[in-house]
């Protein structure tokens, strides 16, 4: 039974950092693209960064140069590290894994429908 859980949201103020961790099991981690979405309240779900399979990263122009995607194939985990936060970052976000190795990262967040596998998402605030 595979596993997709996120963790590290939580309230912040606006210019803080949060470290995003997404843990899987149950799956070949390192065969998986991996991405993150997030979403604020009254709005559609939007992708914000992606990884694949070989460490690179894509990333939304609102979150360049603030945002850090990594990935630990050891562990089975992905992170999300969070810098210089602003208030429209305030979402729910959830992990996301894709088996489509052949879309690139762009493409891929664009395409919700190619993801099986989602985590029940994680909070965070950032207050004014």
């Known amino acids: 039974q595979w596993q997709v859980v996120e963790s590290g949201g939580g309230l912040v103020q606006a210019g803080g950092s949060l470290r995003l961790s997404c843990s899987v099991s149950?799956?070949?981690?390192?065969?998986?693209?991996m991405c993150w979405f997030r979403r604020a309240r009254g709005k559609k779900r939007e992708g914000v960064s992606c990884?694949?399979?070989?460490?690179?990263?894509y990333y939304v122009d609102s979150v360049k140069g603030r945002f850090t995607i990594s990935r630990d194939n050891g562990e089975k985990t992905m992170y999300l590290q969070m810098n210089n936060l602003k208030p429209e970052d305030t979402a729910m976000y959830f992990c996301?894994?894709?088996?489509?190795?052949?879309?690139?990262?762009?493409?891929?967040?664009?395409?919700?429908?190619?993801?099986?596998?989602w985590g029940q998402g994680t909070q965070v605030t950032v207050s004014s």
């Open positions: 996301a894994a894709s088996r489509n190795t052949y879309y690139g990262l762009a493409s891929l967040l664009l395409a919700e429908n190619e993801f099986d596998y």
């Open positions: 149950g799956l070949t981690f390192r065969d998986l693209a």
């Open positions: 990884i694949n399979r070989g460490g690179t990263p």
